[in-house]
Nanobody
Framework: QVRVVESGGGLVQAGGSRRLSCAAS????????MYWYRQAPGKQRELVAS???????NYVDSVKGRFTISRDNAKNMVYLQMNSLKPEDTAVYYC?????????WGQGTQVTVSS
């Protein structure tokens, strides 16, 4: 069984920063991609950022230049550094890991950006 747990959410003022963490534990064989998604109220879940095991990253256009995804392969962790936050970044942020056999999701962490 694999467990994925996000942390670091909370309330932040517009222009501020927040760092999300995601820890994967359990019977992990090999993690390929790691992702951050988000879902705002009334909207579909969207992919925010991804990172390969080799460190190649991709971002949705709306966060480019503001968010940075990184990972620690030894600890099976992925991070999302969010800078210059905007009210439209308010959402539940989810971590997903792509292990060799299947994907695993965390329960999400709320990020609220006040104007």
């Amino acid at each position: 069984q694999v467990r994925v747990v996000e942390s670091g959410g909370g309330l932040v003022q517009a222009g501020g920063s927040r760092r999300l963490s995601c820890a994967a534990s359990g019977s992990i064989f090999s993690i390929n991609y790691m992702y951050w998604y988000r879902q705002a109220p009334g909207k579909q879940r969207e992919l925010v950022a991804s990172i390969t095991s080799g460190g190649t990253t991709n971002y949705v256009d709306s966060v480019k230049g503001r968010f940075t995804i990184s990972r620690d392969n030894a600890k099976n962790m992925v991070y999302l550094q969010m800078n210059s936050l905007k009210p439209e970044d308010t959402a539940v942020y989810y971590c997903k890991i792509s292990e060799i056999l299947r994907d695993y999701w965390g329960q999400g962490t709320q990020v609220t950006v006040s104007s």
